[in-house]
Each structure stands twice: as C-alpha cells, then as structure tokens.
C-alpha cells in the first residue's frame, strides 16, 4: 500500500473529492485504485475556510505498479511506503501450563492485560474488588443521586475501572511509533466503539457507550478461557525467595478469605485503592 499524507479537501468536499486527490497525487487513472483506506482524519482551522486533512493508505488494481510510484515519486514527502500496523501477540501460551497468570483490577489497564492474555492462550483469572458494570452503573447513581456511597462500587472501584461513566476520550501525546494504540482502538470497535475512532484526530467513544463496550470485552475473556471473578479484593500478596506464590483474596459478598496460587500476577490497580498500596 502507498501511503498519501496531506491531502487537504473542503468541509463539505463532492463525493469524489478523496478519490481525484488521490488520483491526482500519484498521477494515475480512477480505475488503477483498489481501495482508499483511512487512516486518519484531522481539520486544519488555521484559515477562514476550515479544512479536512487526511492520510490515506491506497491499494492500487495493479500491486505491481506501487514500487514502480513510490519510486517515481521518491522526493515528494506526502508520498510514502504505508507502514506495518498489524498487531502481532508476542507469545502463545505453552500447552499444560501448571498456574494461570492473574491479573488483580479490571479496569483499563487490566482489561487489556487479560484480554491480550486470553489472546495468547493462558486463560487469565481477573479478581476485581468492585461489581460488574451493570451492578456499578446504579451504585454509581445512587451516589450522584441520593448522596449513598457504597465503597467497593463507585465511580473509582468496579467493572471497567476510573473513568468508565465518562465519554471516553481516546487521544494522547505519546509517541507511538510501534502501532500498538492501533491495537487498542481495533479492540474497541470490535467491542461496539464506533469504527471512527480509527481515523478521527480526537476519538472519544461517547458516554454510557463504555459500559457495553466494556461488557462485550469481558466476554472474549470468558470466551477464550478466561474467568472475571467480581467482589473479590486482594488483600496479601505471598512472596517466597522474591517470587509471587499466591494471592490472599477476600470475597466482599460473604466476608471468607482463600488463598489462589499465582506465580504471575498483574497489578493493575489504579490510583485509587489506597488500602492496597498500605499492604504492597
Ligand atoms: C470521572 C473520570 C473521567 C475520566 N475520563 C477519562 C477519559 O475520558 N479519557 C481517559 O483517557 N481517561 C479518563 N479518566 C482517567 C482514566 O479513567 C484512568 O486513567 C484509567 O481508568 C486508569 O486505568 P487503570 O486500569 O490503571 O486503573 P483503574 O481504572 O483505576 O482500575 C483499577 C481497578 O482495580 C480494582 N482494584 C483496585 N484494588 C484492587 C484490589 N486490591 N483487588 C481487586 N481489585 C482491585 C479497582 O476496583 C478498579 O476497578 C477519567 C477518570 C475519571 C475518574
């Protein structure tokens, strides 16, 4: 694919607007084009006229006639190889493995972690303090509504972590040079997200839509093996010769504490989950 950078069309292009800069930017006829993929899409405001810029990635008809282009248009710096973005895992999980790897918080960071985890094979278990998404839903407005604050399921604790009740801003100034917020967004449209936040300059998912979209994710998790246990907060961690044996879990609906055997295991708490730093 060649990548196309730059392109600059009114607010309100014609419908074949895309295409003819495309067109017109590698010099060659409307049906050498097999697709125009977008990448992303940002809006120039520094003029009286606001524009759309836009990176495309094209297939040509012919793939034989993209090396012979980019070639040809080697100087011209809106003109480039498209890059690899595709999300490759980087293990798979061997067969008979004696401990599943745990991952403590299913918030953001957590949700991802098992999910990547679930990818590769090794049927992750989550244990999350709060309750699931739904159950925390109207915690949550109890709070907000009749001033009743449940600790354990709120606006910081529960189901998709800190931030799952707002309208989930996507953007940030990291450098991402490898492709993986690629990943992350692929994800998320896969779970509900609407498919623009692949190319918009500032995706945000849209309020309330997180809950579903955190939901469906569970369910790939649970799908591929995995296990999402809600109520259940770490409470001691075992180390043994400066390894991690196991986990003391206390079940917040019925007051019992067990023991897990781990001898991996993710904390992805957050910043919120004071009593638990005290303990680490
Ligand atoms: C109101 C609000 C709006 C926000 N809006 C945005 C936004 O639009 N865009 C954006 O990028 N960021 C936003 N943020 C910030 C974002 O939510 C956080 O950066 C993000 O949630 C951090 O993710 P995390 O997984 O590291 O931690 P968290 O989301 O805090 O998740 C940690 C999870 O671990 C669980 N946990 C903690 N201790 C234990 C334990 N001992 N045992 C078991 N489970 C435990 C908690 O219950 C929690 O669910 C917002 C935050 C808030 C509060």
Redesign the pocket.
């Known amino acids: 694919m060649i990548r196309l950078s730059e392109i600059k069309l009114p607010l309100d292009p014609p419908a074949d607007a895309l295409p003819r800069a495309v067109q017109g930017l590698l010099g060659v006829e409307p049906d050498a084009v097999a697709h125009i993929h977008v990448h992303k899409r940002s809006f120039d405001a520094r003029k009286v006229d606001l524009l759309q810029v836009y990176i495309v990635d094209v297939t040509l008809v012919d793939a034989g006639l993209e090396p012979v282009l980019l070639a040809k248009l080697a100087g011209n710096p809106r003109v480039t190889p498209s890059p690899d973005m595709v999300y490759r895992l980087p293990a798979r999980a061997p067969a008979g493995l004696p401990l599943r790897p745990v991952v ?8 991802f972690c098992a999910l990547l985890l679930a990818q590769m094979g090794f049927k992750p278990i989550v ?4 309750k699931t998404v739904r159950q925390r839903t109207r915690d949550t407005w109890g709070l907000w509504r009749k001033s009743v604050l449940d600790p354990e399921s709120n ?9 799952t ?6 953007y ?1 100034q990291i450098k991402d040079p490898r492709f993986l917020g690629r990943k992350v967004m692929e994800e998320f449209v896969k779970a509900g997200a609407p498919p623009e936040i692949l190319y918009v300059a500032h995706p ?1 998912i849209g309020t309330f839509k997180l809950v579903k979209v955190v939901e469906t994710m569970r369910a790939e998790i649970v799908a591929l093996g995995g296990e999402v246990r809600f109520e ?4 001691d961690v075992e180390i043994e010769d400066g390894q991690v044996r196991g986990l003391t879990v206390l079940d917040q609906q019925t007051g019992t504490t067990s023991e897990l055997r781990a001898d991996h295991v993710v904390m ?6 004071r ?2 730093f005290a303990m680490l």
């Open positions: 403590v918080g299913f918030g953001p960071c957590g949700i244990l999350e303090r709060g606006v910081q604790f529960g189901e998709g972590g800190a931030g009740f707002s309208d989930g801003k996507l940030s945000h259940q907060r770490v409470t992805a708490l957050g910043h919120s989950s009593d638990t």
